[in-house]
C-alpha cells in the first residue's frame, strides 16, 4: 500500500530564516507531487505542483519554491521566511491516471513563523 | 475569487440525524468534485467523488449530489456519527487535469450526542 510522509510534523521559525520542508511517498512510482498550504480560517491553497523529477509548476507567486530531485521526494523551501508564511503545509499525491485526480495527502507540517 | 464556496463554517447536527453540507460553485469547467474530511492536526482523506455526467452517487452513509444547473451540490450523511466530528472540504478538479484541486474552505461539522 502507498503511504505519504512529511517531516517536520511542526517549525517554529524565525522571520526572514531559511525553510526546508521534505516529502516522501512510498509504494508507488511516478506519482503526481503536490504542496497545499491552509491559513487559518482558509481552505486550502494550491502551491506547486510536479508531474515528475524536476518538473515543478507555480501556481502563486511568493517567496518560496519547490523541488523534486527524485521519483518519489517533493521538497517545499524558501531562502527568507515571512510571518505570512504561517500555516499549515500539506503534501499529496495521486496517480495522475484518474479523470477525478483524487489526491492522498500526508499528516501536514504546522509552520509558525515569529 | 473564490471558485469554489462553501458559505457555511459551521453545522451542528444531533447524533443519527442526516448532517447536509452544501457547496457551490462558479467555474462552469469544472467536471469533477471530491469532497474531504479533515481532522485537527491530520491531512484531509478522500470520502467521495462525483463526475459532471452524474447527479448522485453513494458509498454507505455518505451520499453526493451534483445539480449542475445551479452550479450546487451537497454532501449528506445518514445517520450522522460522533466521529463524522470533523472539517469537511469540496474541492473541485478542471478537465480532469493533473493540476491541484481548487478547495473551497471548509464546514466544521460538530455531531452532538
Known amino acids: 500500500s502507498q503511504t505519504i510522509h512529511q517531516w517536520p510534523a511542526t517549525l517554529v521559525q524565525p522571520v526572514g530564516s531559511p525553510l526546508s520542508l521534505e516529502c516522501t511517498v512510498e509504494?508507488?512510482?511516478?506519482?503526481?507531487l503536490y504542496w497545499y498550504r491552509q491559513a487559518a480560517g482558509r481552505g486550502l491553497q494550491l502551491l506547486f505542483y510536479?508531474?515528475?523529477?524536476?518538473?515543478i509548476s507555480s501556481e502563486v507567486p511568493q517567496n518560496l519554491s519547490a523541488s523534486r530531485p527524485q521519483d518519489r521526494q517533493f521538497i517545499l523551501s524558501s531562502k527568507k521566511l515571512l510571518l505570512s508564511d504561517s500555516g499549515f503545509y500539506l503534501c499529496?499525491?495521486?496517480?495522475?491516471?484518474?479523470?477525478?485526480?483524487?489526491?492522498?495527502f500526508g499528516p501536514g507540517t504546522r509552520l509558525t513563523v515569529l | 475569487d473564490q471558485q469554489v464556496k462553501q458559505n457555511s463554517p459551521s453545522l451542528s447536527v444531533q447524533e443519527g440525524r442526516i448532517s447536509i453540507l452544501n457547496c457551490d460553485y462558479t467555474?462552469?469547467?469544472?467536471?469533477?468534485f471530491l469532497w474531504y474530511k479533515k481532522y485537527p492536526a491530520e491531512g484531509p482523506t478522500f470520502l467521495i467523488s462525483?463526475?459532471?455526467?452524474?447527479d448522485k452517487n453513494e458509498d454507505g452513509r455518505f451520499t453526493v449530489f451534483l445539480n449542475k444547473s445551479a452550479k450546487h451540490l451537497s454532501l449528506h450523511i445518514v445517520p450522522s456519527q460522533p466521529g463524522d466530528s470533523a472539517v469537511y472540504f469540496c474541492a473541485a478538479n478542471p478537465g480532469g487535469g493533473a493540476d491541484g484541486l481548487t478547495f473551497g474552505k471548509g464546514t466544521h461539522l460538530i455531531i452532538q450526542p
Open positions: 467555474n462552469s469547467m469544472f467536471d469533477y
Open positions: 462525483i463526475s459532471s455526467i452524474k
Open positions: 510536479s508531474v515528475g523529477i524536476g518538473q
Open positions: 499529496a499525491w495521486s496517480t495522475g491516471t484518474s479523470s477525478y485526480n483524487e489526491q492522498f
Open positions: 509504494g508507488t512510482s511516478n506519482p503526481n
